[in-house]
């Protein structure tokens, strides 16, 4: 898409306030400026960043101040939205929230839903995590960071505000809010792309920094669009969304001037770190020059860096440069970690090897290694405390209880990852004689061994020089941070709306219907009571009646608005049905499907707000629901979370169903909303437990916990880290459960003579005469093997020892008297038992002898039959003269032992 020719960025705007449109003479791109000697673009490395120790703006700033300064500048034309939370319940599709249109996609910008502001102003926390490596390297680079937006959504019938009105919105603010000089602003032209949409937009730069982007979305993906960006082909979209972000960050730190943008938005942390380290190599003149130099050249290299600031500062040498550019390094990243940490930990992040726990993982080791090696006396929480303290206006509260928690319990786990991680090391360079960058990548997964340590233990240790890629952590980043996309094929379907008279009356077990579709085993009625699979309550089942034929209704699916029904028998279109859901199994579910709600509610209440649903599944006889926690649930909490249960069945809650818009959804219940999925229309079906808990479902319900009877739960153990996995069940599944426990009690005391009272230490003391008789009975057997081995015939030659030992009826102590001539290095022995009428002999080798030729020998000399391989072999003889047997073994043993 050439913005040149196609004119679209051509504004009124811009002749208004004497803008020219120029082309960059080092990059070519387009940009506008009101400064008319202006030859570059603004965007370093074609500008420099000229604004350190000269700040534009009339005043400075604190991120709470430029953040208001920012709000209040909407005041009255735009509705203030509140943040949203990092991790994106709302979507399925990303992990974190890297930009405020995260809020609003996929459902506002497709157009499903409204969007909750229009215009709208806000300021989102975001995680960015994919320049990693570069945070505290180059001055201006942050793991999170806040963005600020003022966004407008267009519709056919309704204009809100396009490409005119954002362009000034976003001047006025930075002339008139902030005073900066009209000519220090250019506007450049880039077309944007991402989430499968596109369009014109313009990065907005002040003195070689970049403030803000201004995206005119109006584009959407399209193989046989007319408009190609990037190879990508698109076309128009209805919609014509106007996405801002401006930099908070970026914003404070233009007003300030800083050398860093660290020392602008948390100056007093990077003072704490500087102020404990023992090892500081401050040089506060050195900092001016090392944030302007990597602004200066793409892409950023640490050695480039260090070069081209050595060339400029003649009285410093390169080592001392480099010394401290990796001090300040450390301090800027622990810092900027401390941040990010803390956003995570108010969104309730759980420490995990997957999706977001492996992110915030990466950051509290990262943390550690940094406060090792900047020999600080500093604890990680309260760096983090410190931060969330900076921005505690935009952030839920710190559960400063499940923080402590958290950190302290990662910080053990990488100790002792440390303690063992050398080992490791060693023996992977000691078999593969180098270390590369994936296995610095499979030792930071596996191990969490930072791969500067795995250097030191390498170089230390082996005298080996290992390369660390400068982005290492970039690349670990990015193999953790892509979500995975099923892509199933679906079988294309007419579009057909099938009636879900379940919804109309949860108790209907028996409707009729007209058949629309029909394929195979197939059929789509126009309306069903079956219940199709979803939200993990399964399928309902039962019969389908047709021409007076009647079929098993296997499983009912719900695909866009039609609901197929997959039977064991064809039915033709057209015909009438007659449907009868099976009673029993729907009921089970419906009562395991309420109870999981109230179980859910339950365990927030008891372990904490950091409980999450991540998967769930209703049974017949058993459900389970996976929660996030990060420690094993003990009995006396499953208790607990019982007694909770029953508690709410006694209170008799009512169940509410109710369909809400997806706005008004979220402003009574919340994000919590989201526990079961991502609702697909523009309302949200919520079932609320009145006190206890509401989320977005579209299972069957009861309509009072007092109809669920009770809660049993069965089991509670971690599936992976972090996860927590709680077998359950209840109504009549729970009383069978219970029923069958009792049974079995009652079984258990009249085996074990005991009673109800004293049945539990009947069984415990049988359990502990019956473990003193088994060490009694091994330390017998151990007794008898050494005995047979000391009194076997030991024969000795060149080819090793060998020895033959005599077992008489004492079969099972074979596998003790192999393991015996084994360990003694007894290179060949025959083990010789008598059988009823019969003797076997086993022969056992270490290797050089071959015991399946040896077994052939014994046969032929006694007519017997032999079996096995070259290690173990075994000889079955008609009769039982051991004399003869023992002679002919002596024989062979000398004769293979001397060979």
Same mark, same amino acid.
């Given at each position: 898409m050439s913005q040149a020719t196609t004119g679209e960025l051509d504004l009124e705007f811009f002749s208004k306030h004497n803008f020219s449109k120029k082309r960059c003479r080092i990059c070519g791109s387009y940009f506008w400026t009101g400064d008319k000697s202006r030859t570059t673009c603004g965007d370093p490395p074609c500008d420099s960043y000229s604004f350190i120790g000269q700040s534009p703006t009339v005043s400075k700033y604190g991120l709470a101040e430029m953040r208001q300064k920012f709000l209040s500048f909407f005041e009255g034309t735009h509705k203030k939205i509140d943040p949203y939370p990092v991790i994106p319940r709302w979507r399925n599709d990303v992990l974190l929230v890297n930009a405020s249109i995260y809020n609003f996609q996929p459902h506002v910008t497709s157009g499903r839903v409204k969007p909750p502001g229009n215009p709208l102003v806000m300021s989102q926390p975001s995680i960015r995590m994919n320049d990693i490596d570069l945070v505290g390297a180059t001055g201006r680079h942050l793991t999170s960071f806040e963005m600020l937006c003022h966004d407008s959504f267009n519709y056919p019938d309704k204009e809100v505000y396009w490409k005119e009105e954002t362009v000034e919105y976003c001047f006025n603010f930075l002339t008139d809010s902030l005073g900066i000089d009209r000519q220090l602003i250019t506007f450049k032209e880039k077309p944007w792309t991402g989430g499968g949409n596109g369009g014109n937009a313009f990065e907005?730069?002040?003195?070689?920094?970049?403030?803000?982007?201004?995206?005119?979305?109006?584009?959407?993906?399209?193989?046989?669009?007319?408009?190609?960006?990037?190879?990508?082909? !698109?076309?128009?979209?209805?919609?014509?969304?106007?996405? $801002?972000?401006?930099?908070?960050?970026?914003?404070?730190?233009?007003?300030?001037?800083?050398?860093? /943008? !660290?020392?602008?938005?948390?100056?007093? /942390? %990077?003072d704490a770190i500087i102020r404990n380290s023992s090892v500081a190599s401050e040089n506060g003149d050195l900092l001016e020059v090392l944030s302007k130099t990597a602004a200066s050249f793409e892409p950023f290299s640490e050695t480039t860096l260090i070069k081209k600031v050595a060339e400029k500062l003649s009285t410093l040498n390169p080592d001392e440069i480099k010394r401290s550019f990796e001090f300040y390094k450390k301090v800027f990243a622990l810092s900027d970690h401390a941040k990010t940490i803390a956003i995570l930990l108010t969104n309730y992040a759980i420490p995990s090897n997957v999706r %977001?726990?492996?992110?915030?993982?990466?950051?509290?080791?990262?943390?550690?290694?940094?406060?090792?090696?900047?020999?600080?006396?500093?604890?990680?929480?309260?760096?983090?405390?410190?931060?969330?303290?900076?921005?505690?206006?935009?952030?839920?509260?710190l559960d400063q209880e499940f923080a402590t928690k958290i950190i302290d319990s990662e910080k053990k786990k990488y100790e002792d990852l440390m303690g063992t991680g050398k080992a490791a090391v060693l023996r992977l360079v000691d078999r593969k004689k180098k270390i590369d960058t994936e296995d610095l990548v499979s030792l930071y997964d596996s191990h969490g061994l930072n791969p500067e340590f795995v250097a030191d233990v390498?170089? $230390?240790?082996?005298?080996i020089?290992? #390369? %660390?890629?400068?982005?290492?952590? $970039?690349? %670990?980043?990015?193999?953790?941070?892509?979500v995975r996309r099923e892509n199933e094929e679906v079988e294309s379907l007419p579009d057909l709306f099938t009636r879900p008279l379940y919804y109309d009356d949860p108790s209907i077990r028996e409707f009729n219907a007209l058949v629309l579709y029909s394929k195979g085993d197939t059929i789509i009625p126009n309306q069903t009571a079956f219940y199709p699979e979803g939200g993990g309550q399964p399928s309902d089942v039962g019969t389908i009646t047709a021409a007076g034929k009647q079929f098993r209704m296997l499983k009912a699916e719900k695909r866009g608005n039609a609901i197929l029904h997959h039977l064991d028998g064809q039915i033709p279109e057209r015909t009438r049905i007659i449907g009868k859901v099976d009673s029993f199994v729907r009921d089970r579910h419906t009562a395991h499907h309420s109870a999981t709600h109230l179980l859910l509610g339950t365990l927030i209440k008891v372990l904490g707000k950091h409980v999450w649903q991540t998967g769930v599944q209703k049974g017949i006889n058993y459900s389970r629901i996976d929660i996030t926690h990060y420690e094993k649930i003990t009995d006396d909490t499953i208790e607990t979370i019982e007694q909770e249960c029953l508690k709410a069945i006694r209170e008799g809650h009512e169940i509410k169903v109710r369909n809400l818009e997806w706005n008004r959804a979220l402003d009574l219940y919340g994000f919590r909303l989201f526990q079961g999925g991502v609702p697909d229309g523009n309302h949200i079906r919520? /079932?609320?437990? #009145?006190?206890?808990?509401?989320?977005?479902?579209?299972?069957?319900?009861?309509?009072?916990?007092?109809?669920?009877?009770?809660?049993?739960?069965?089991?509670?153990?971690?599936?992976?880290?972090?996860i927590q996995r709680i077998t359950f069940c209840a109504g009549d599944a729970a009383l069978e459960y219970v029923q069958k426990l009792h049974r079995n009690e009652r079984r258990i005391e009249q085996i074990t003579v005991s009673t109800m009272e004293n049945v539990t230490e009947t069984v415990e003391k049988l359990y502990n005469e019956n473990l003193s008789l088994k060490k009694e009975k091994s330390k017998l057997e151990k007794d008898q093997v050494t005995r047979a081995i000391e009194s076997g015939i030991r024969i000795a030659g060149p080819g090793g020892e060998g020895i033959l030992v005599n077992l008489g009826q004492y079969q099972h102590l074979l596998n003790l008297v192999t393991k015996a001539i084994l360990s003694e290095g007894i290179e060949v022995g025959a083990v010789v038992i008598s059988e009823t009428g019969s003797l076997r002999v086993s022969i056992i080798s270490r290797g050089s002898i071959a015991a399946d030729s040896l077994a052939r020998s014994l046969a032929e000399k006694t007519g017997g039959t032999a079996e096995g391989g070259s290690r173990f072999a075994t000889v079955n003889i008609r009769g039982t003269d051991e004399i003869l047997i023992n002679d002919l073994l002596s024989k062979l043993l000398k004769q293979v032992l001397n060979a």
């Open positions: 907005v730069f002040v003195k070689g920094l970049e403030v803000a982007t201004l995206v005119f979305m109006d584009l959407k993906e399209d193989p046989n669009g007319p408009i190609d960006i990037d190879g990508t082909r !698109y076309s128009k979209m209805s919609l014509r969304i106007v996405d $801002t972000g401006y930099g908070l960050e970026r914003l404070t730190w233009l007003s300030q001037g800083s050398p860093t /943008v !660290y020392h602008a938005v948390f100056p007093d /942390v %990077v %977001v726990g492996y992110l915030l993982r990466l950051l509290l080791r990262r943390s550690f290694f940094y406060l090792n090696t900047l020999k600080t006396d500093l604890a990680l929480f309260d760096l983090v405390k410190m931060q969330y303290n900076l921005i505690r206006d935009i952030l839920p509260p390498v170089r $230390t240790n082996r005298g020089e290992i #390369e %660390v890629p400068e982005n290492f952590d $970039t690349l %670990v980043v990015s193999r953790h941070s892509q919520v /079932v609320e437990i #009145e006190g206890i808990d509401a989320e977005g479902c579209g299972g069957t319900h009861l309509t009072n916990t007092s109809q669920i009877g009770f809660i049993k739960i069965v089991k509670a153990e971690p599936i992976q880290e972090g």
